[in-house]
């Protein structure tokens, strides 16, 4: 897989939460997910670049199309427990090849605004912390909105990491020759 080279002027979560907070006015409301991966970054890179084959190991999104591009539109579905499943449409915000994935979204005929993230932070040669979750611009209609959306939310992220970690696990098992 080619690379290319890292085309964001944020650098993460902290950094995105920061900037809504000055458009957006009160404090940002944040839903993640995190989880201890025991692969290399470029594994779980790999999956989460690799939009085709959400469908195959991804709970959260059981179809995916688009291409990862600042500017490009990810069209999905969106799988929350308790919820019909439902299409779903982002933007890819930015990106990092091995760091982070930050995809623009909206809700209630786009007053409710957040960003979805997926996050790697590479702790050794072989273990990784992965942020699944998504920050929400402040407002009266972002707190309807979670109240019936927030838990589906978590769990659903808690679901993801969790597949991605199976699936990275593996695949870095197969790699080794386990």
């Given at each position: ?87 779903a449409t982002f933007q890819v915000m930015e990106w990092v090849p091995l ?80």
């Open positions: 897989m080619a690379l290319a080279p890292p085309v964001s002027s944020l650098t993460n979560r902290k950094a995105v939460a920061a900037q809504m907070k000055a458009t957006a006015g009160p404090i940002p409301v944040k839903v993640e997910h995190r989880i201890g991966v025991q692969a290399p970054a470029e594994v779980i890179w790999d999956l989460v670049y690799d939009i085709e084959d959400w469908k195959r190991w991804n709970p959260l999104h059981r179809w995916a199309e688009g291409e990862i591009r600042i500017g490009a539109r990810l069209l999905t579905s969106e799988v929350l427990p308790g919820l019909p499943e439902r299409p760091e982070q994935l930050h995809l623009r979204n909206s809700a209630m005929g786009g007053f409710v605004k957040s960003v979805r993230y997926i996050e790697i932070e590479q702790l050794g040669e072989a273990a990784c912390i992965v942020s699944t979750g998504e920050i929400f611009a402040s407002g009266l209609l972002t707190s309807l909105y979670l109240r019936q959306t927030r838990r589906p939310l978590r769990l659903a992220f808690t679901a993801h990491g969790e597949a991605l970690k199976v699936e990275a696990e593996s695949r870095w098992g197969v790699r080794r020759g386990e």
